[in-house]
């Protein structure tokens, strides 16, 4: 949290001025109560009068620097979580395929929304008010002074007392914090996941299952969520105990001096509200320390990087060597002792029953399974010690499922790179027989806009628009009509720059005698 509030240390000191201010104006305002005491104390009604307009002038500042201080610390908080939501999304992109992909999308948007607002919450608006508890007690202690050392003393004994007192629960509240924001992304990870799976669901002539099931994540989140405002509201009123404890002490203290005839009368009623501005705001102080520490375990998780290092794959891919590849998923064996090369320039197709380890093979060719044993060296360098973001730029991969964005279509073929030309986009349509979208490129479109084989067709443009000789594709061309994925498989099996990996159950005959081999890999 600090490395953020120091990214922006000029607003923040601007802000930290104001809440001084803010503090200085309302114990000032407290003050003055006891001034108008002894003036009617004295029978003095005009200085009386005289008090009360500096006490209402003292209220209106404080009214003018509480608007100000909301207005501006919106404004501040919202710079630092934009700052800390970008270090996430800068995380994920320098970080490995494989770190992104260990979490689904559900935890990654609970974590940029759900733990964002608890940062702000709990992090930047406690710390905030934590520093108007630490001027307001100063300021009050100030005041305090010019009553009886006494009463200055025993409010500085108890205000150690009570801030050092419930350093325990800190810990406790931590480890909520945590729980909590794990139940958080359990939540929308769950509700991701039956609405994603809805049309399933409703096709199976299943969509009560729909209600249930989101009824029964909602109703363990309902619970966690009791559990959690159970035990910290637990927490906070043993703290507010210890803070009206602190605050008879002081007023019996001040009831003992006045009534020895050792400080005015007026000073009851200032030290009554003075001591309960220090004792409210030590309450609260303890208990913005233990919310503002609470958020470390959600620093921590946002700020996790897995470093994608390693060696850069400078030259051009020339060979894949596969020797001795052992993989498994616990006990289940996919491949023992698998031995296979793939030169530059080549075509493989990959074909296998269901289950034998075809998309396996891919991930594994990718860099997404790095858990591996045997060797797979790209050249002479073994995959494991290469730099992913220097392998991707050396390779394309097509998936089976292509994500269009709510974009326009060139955006979504160009990927927002503006190097690329409006003819190199035409070029690409033509090879991926998409003319038919020229008209349409500035068109905004959506998924729905587009049928299965265009999407995927987008997705083969935007490879080839990168000019990558090699090419892993898995199932790309499955949704495609047989013209289409002849078009496209030819255009990648006739061109002798390129080699071509293709997982697929649809070899034919024309295709077949046109890869240079054709893996078949087996249960
Ligand atoms: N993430 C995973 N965790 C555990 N087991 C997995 C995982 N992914 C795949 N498997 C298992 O590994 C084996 C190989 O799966 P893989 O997806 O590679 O097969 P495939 O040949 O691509 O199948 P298909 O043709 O049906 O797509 C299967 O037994 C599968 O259940």
Redesign the pocket.
């Known amino acids: 949290m600090k490395r953020y509030i120091l990214q922006f240390k000029y607003k923040n000191l601007l802000h930290i001025i104001l809440l001084a201010l803010n503090s200085a104006s309302i114990v000032g305002a407290s003050v003055t109560l006891s001034l108008m005491t002894n003036e009617l104390a004295n029978k003095n009604f005009n200085g009386f009068l005289w008090w009360l307009l500096v006490e209402i002038s003292l209220y209106l500042l404080y009214m003018f620097f509480t608007y100000i201080i909301e207005v501006h610390q919106t404004q501040l908080i919202q710079f630092m979580s934009l700052s800390i939501r970008e270090q996430y999304i800068s995380n994920i992109t320098k970080a490995t395929f494989s770190n992104f992909q260990s979490k689904d999308i559900g935890d990654h948007l609970s974590i940029l929304n759900n733990d964002i607002k608890m940062i702000e919450d709990s992090g930047f608006s406690s710390f905030y008010s934590l520093l108007t508890t630490v001027f307001t007690t100063l300021f009050s202690i100030i005041a305090l002074l010019s009553y009886d050392y006494r009463i200055v003393a025993l409010t500085i004994i108890l205000t150690l007392l009570l801030t050092y007192l419930p350093r325990p629960f800190a810990s406790k509240m931590e480890n909520l914090m945590g729980d909590f924001s794990t139940a958080n992304e359990n939540l929308i990870s769950e509700l991701t996941d039956y609405l994603t799976g809805y049309k399933d669901l409703y096709y199976s002539n299943r969509k009560l299952s729909l209600t249930i099931q989101i009824k029964k994540t909602i109703q363990t989140f309902i619970s966690q969520k009791i559990e959690f405002t159970q035990k910290t509201t637990f927490i906070e009123i043993i703290m507010a105990l210890f803070s009206i404890v602190g605050q008879m002490s002081i007023i019996l203290l001040t009831g003992l001096l006045i009534a020895a005839g050792q400080i005015s009368l007026g000073a009851i009623s200032s030290v009554g509200q003075i001591s309960g501005n220090i004792f409210n705001s030590l309450t609260t102080f303890n208990q913005l320390q233990v919310a503002i520490s609470s958020v470390k375990p959600l620093f921590n998780k946002l700020e996790k990087e897995t470093i994608n290092d390693g060696t850069n794959l400078s030259e051009e891919i020339n060979a894949i060597d596969i020797q001795n590849l052992n993989y498994s998923?616990?006990d289940?064996k996919?491949f023992s002792n698998l031995n296979l090369t793939f030169e530059k320039g080549k075509k493989y197709a990959i074909i296998?029953?269901?289950?034998?380890?075809?998309?396996?093979?891919i991930n594994i060719l990718l860099g997404n399974s790095k858990d591996y044993s045997g060797l797979l060296k790209y050249n002479a360098s073994e995959l494991k010690n290469l730099n992913e973001s220097s392998l991707v730029s050396k390779i394309a991969y097509i998936g089976n499922h292509t994500h269009i964005f709510n974009d326009t279509l060139r955006n979504n073929i160009s990927l927002w790179d503006s190097n690329i030309s409006n003819q190199a986009i035409e070029n690409i349509l033509e090879k991926v027989n998409l003319l038919e979208l020229l008209p349409r490129l500035d068109e905004i479109i959506s998924s729905d806009f587009l049928s299965e084989g265009q999407k995927q067709r987008i997705g083969i443009a935007r490879a080839l628009l990168r000019n990558r000789n090699f090419i892993i594709m898995d199932e790309a061309t499955a949704n495609l009509d047989r013209n289409n994925a002849n078009l496209i498989e030819n255009f990648l099996l006739d061109n002798p720059d390129i080699t071509y990996i293709t997982?697929t159950?649809h070899l034919n005959n024309e295709s077949t005698n046109k890869f240079n081999n054709i893996i078949q890999?087996k249960k």
């Open positions: 998923f616990g289940n996919v296998g029953e269901s289950g034998s380890g075809k998309s396996t093979l997982v159950h890999l």
